[in-house]
């Protein structure tokens, strides 16, 4: 057989360049799955005619195109039904990221009075940092974003130990009546409801970067016209 045509060549370039984006619409039709088996089933036919065309046997280029298309076409509907109930998963977690940034500004509140409290003794500055990573979390609950959810998640096995840390400071001042102020009965309190509170946050940041990123990739797929 003689050498290929030119449309075959392109054809070639177009389907290598469907497939190199396989492994993200994958991720994508867990959110689809009906529209990821039509895609696959397009998927397998293309596959097969790059192999017929590694074998010198490449199938009529009419054909191949009409395969194209009808490969691109499953991905942009993949691309636009995951889309849906991604964005409904990121509507539902930042709407349950409102409670955890309640109560950490409330908890926030309740620790910055101690530490006012015991200004005088010069040892209040040390939960300082400790304050500014609460805030850190709270903005995050307030304003959700990839950029932040990557930067929280990507931190989240310190708060442990920045907790405990804090906890143990707080527990060197007189400081029951304080909380008390702030609905806070005992540090076993403070310390199960700031747990539970920064767990929520962090939990949905490391959920979120992910659903933000396919969010974005399921928009790119869908606006990537299938090939004709």
């Keep these: 057989m003689g050498a290929p045509s030119t449309a075959a060549v392109a054809l070639l370039a177009a389907s290598k360049n469907e497939i190199e984006h396989g492994g993200v619409v994958e991720m994508l039709g867990a959110y689809?799955?009906?529209?990821?088996?039509?895609?696959?089933?397009?998927?397998h036919v293309i596959n097969d005619y790059i192999a017929l065309y590694e074998r010198g046997e490449p199938p009529p280029d009419a054909?191949?195109?009409?395969?194209?298309?009808?490969?691109?076409?499953?991905?942009?509907?993949?691309?636009?039904?995951?889309?849906?109930?991604?964005?409904?998963?990121?509507?539902?977690?930042?709407?349950h990221l409102a409670s955890a940034k309640s109560e950490l500004v409330h908890l926030i509140a309740a620790i910055e009075d101690v530490e006012r409290s015991e200004k005088q003794n010069g040892e209040a500055s040390h939960a300082l940092e400790w304050i500014m990573t609460l805030k850190d979390i709270a903005e995050f609950a307030e304003h959700p974003s990839f950029e932040r959810a990557v930067e929280i998640a990507a931190t989240r096995y310190s708060f442990d130990a920045a907790l405990e840390h804090g906890i143990e400071n707080l527990a060197q001042y007189y400081h029951l009546t304080v909380l008390a102020a702030h609905g806070v009965a005992s540090l076993e309190e403070l310390k199960s409801r700031l747990g539970n509170a920064t767990h929520q946050a962090t939990a949905a940041a490391e959920a979120l970067q992910t659903e933000y990123y396919l969010h974005s990739k399921a928009q790119e797929y869908y606006d990537w016209p299938a090939y004709h």
């Design 32 to 43: 689809a799955l009906n529209d990821w088996r039509d895609y696959s089933g397009a998927m």
């Design 63 to 95: 054909e191949w195109q009409r395969a194209l298309y009808e490969l691109g076409d499953a991905r942009r509907m993949v691309a636009n039904n995951a889309d849906v109930v991604i964005r409904q998963h990121i509507d539902q977690r930042v709407a």
